[in-house]
């Protein structure tokens, strides 16, 4: 089954720690973008990435860093993590039809505590 | 840049009753807009899609209606059932090659 994988599911860190989040996906989709859901904002989009050699940022993209590895990679690093870090992430993906954006496909999640 | 606005944030409603989200949005190019639907514990997945050239979309029990002069659009549920309960968010996307902006979602319970 074509998917979005997120890896790890479940991420418990230290303040200061570099921490790095994957996303693998099978759909063949150029379009990967990383999410943040906290209660009660809704999903936050962090990076984006319309291909391999295109990485932009969204509208909360600071003290994240991300990496386009190959058009089925796309990973979220956090160099130092703080507590206000701690959510659960979401990897989506999409694709071009003609002139439209595809609808959204997640990947599980991550959910990350900074302690 | 965009800014989706989303009402109520919680819903509770007894089975068999409709339901209705609502959301405005403030750019006025968006010309699509998406509702997921989020389990418990599990992703969001797309349940129903409008382009601006359309007002009303219909699937079944649930529809989608758009207001484009006063930018807002709303998510019909109805004869609701308890499976039906879950996080729903709505979403406007600018342009045809732009990003998605979320609502804040609504948490809905549906009590048998």
């Known amino acids: 089954d074509a998917d979005v994988t997120q890896t790890p599911r479940n991420r418990i860190t230290k303040t200061g720690k570099r921490i790095m989040l994957e996303c693998s996906q099978t759909k063949g989709h150029d379009r990967m973008y990383w999410y943040r859901q906290d209660p009660g904002l809704g999903l936050r989009l962090i990076y984006y990435s319309f291909d391999v050699k295109d990485i932009n940022k969204g509208e909360i993209s600071d003290g994240y860093s991300v990496s386009r590895q190959a058009q089925a990679k796309f990973s979220l690093s956090l160099e130092s993590a703080i507590p206000n870090q701690t959510a659960l992430y979401f990897c989506?993906?999409?694709?071009?039809?003609?002139?439209?954006?595809?609808?959204?496909?997640f990947g599980n999640g991550t959910r990350l505590t900074v302690t | 840049g965009e800014n989706v606005e989303q009402h109520p944030s919680t819903l509770s409603v007894q089975e068999g009753d409709s339901a209705v989200i609502k959301c405005t949005y403030s750019d006025s190019a968006s010309n699509y807009f998406p509702w997921y639907k989020q389990e418990l514990g599990k992703r969001p997945q797309l349940i129903i899609d409008i382009r601006s050239n359309v007002g009303e979309k219909k699937d079944q029990r649930i529809a989608v209606t758009l207001n484009k002069t006063a930018k807002h659009f709303s998510l019909h549920i109805t004869e609701t059932q308890p499976e039906d309960s879950a996080v729903y968010f709505c979403?406007?996307?600018?342009?045809?090659?732009?990003?998605?902006?979320f609502g804040q979602g609504t948490i809905l319970t549906v009590h048998p």
């Open positions: 989506a993906t999409s694709d071009l039809y003609g002139l439209y954006n595809s609808p959204l496909h």
């Open positions: 979403a406007a996307r600018g342009t045809s090659y732009g990003k998605l902006t």
